[in-house]
């Protein structure tokens, strides 16, 4: 299975912005659909973002639509989520995910997911 690492979560003010990084090891980065989901206190994890192993598909959570961009770059084996306007309600866990195969079918459902990082705080203060 590949590993995964996430950085770049914090703290910022409502409508700031930050850029999540999930750094992959090893198994072959690109032989995987990813996705970022968040948890935050007392809810389930969440479906946020996904990306198909080529980057020509993605596809996003209505609450974030329009203002999270998820992008991958197979020759770094990085995945990133670049948050921008964000909203108190977008505070939670982050968790970058690789998907059981290449497939893009049950993207939104946890259990489809085999790898998972150790996630990044993400704070929004109003």
């Known amino acids: 299975q590949v590993q995964l690492i996430e950085s770049g979560g914090g703290l910022v003010q409502a409508g700031g912005s930050l850029s999540l990084s999930c750094a992959a090891s090893?198994?072959?980065?690109?032989?995987?659909?990813m996705a970022w989901f968040r948890q935050a206190p007392g809810k389930e994890r969440e479906f946020v973002a996904a990306i198909n192993w080529t980057g020509t598909f993605t596809a996003y959570a209505d609450s974030v639509k329009g203002r999270f961009t998820i992008s991958r770059d197979n020759a770094r084996n990085t995945l990133s989520l670049q948050m921008n306007s964000l909203k108190p309600e977008d505070t939670a866990v982050y968790y970058c995910?690789?998907?059981?195969?290449?497939?893009?079918?049950?993207?939104?459902?946890?259990?489809?997911?085999?790898?998972w990082g150790q996630g990044t705080q993400v704070t929004v203060s109003s």
């Open positions: 090893g198994r072959t980065f690109s032989d995987y659909t």
């Open positions: 995910a690789a998907k059981t195969s290449k497939s893009i079918v049950g993207y939104t459902t946890t259990k489809n997911y085999i790898s």
